[in-house]
């Protein structure tokens, strides 16, 4: 589960701000405005949800933490755009984020939704590993 608050995200240590692509879904399971793809990270050494949306044909993805508390944010499951389709909604009290900047437009939130950055390729979407975000490891 995350954790209620996490460190500030610091200039990454030296030599350790380059980032390793991991596989996520395939491009065409991201519709425009539609059904998020869920998956799992480990942010600050706590294992959390994430979770990847299409908005104006541009793929982008977030920690699933409103930054009003630390909770999940889906309405329903892997649902987060409110019905016009061009916010991002918490579904616990309602604050709006900008679906491709993660900003804060209204609510109760705090402050951006932390992003992860995201790349198409040949058809796959792939998120990348920052110092501080690492994929979960089973440890078999
Ligand atoms: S927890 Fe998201 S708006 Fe309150």
Partial sequence: ???????????????????????????????????????????????????????????????????????????????FFDLTGHHLVCGSHGALFDPASGRCLGGPGRGPLIKIELEERDGVIHWRTQYNLKPVSFGF
Avoid at 14 to 21: D, I, L, N, S, Y
Avoid at 22 to 32: K, Y
Avoid at 45 to 63: D, E, K, S, W
């Fill in 1 to 79: 589960m995350c954790p209620l608050s996490f460190p500030d995200d610091p200039t990454p240590p030296p030599g350790e701000g380059g980032g390793e692509w991991q596989p996520l879904c395939r491009s065409t399971d991201l519709q425009d405005a539609g059904e998020a793809c869920p998956f799992d990270v480990v942010y600050g050494g706590q294992t959390c949800r994430a979770f990847a949306i299409r908005y104006r044909g541009v793929a982008h993805a977030y920690l699933n933490r409103c930054s009003h508390v630390a909770m999940e944010m889906d309405w329903r499951p892997n649902h």
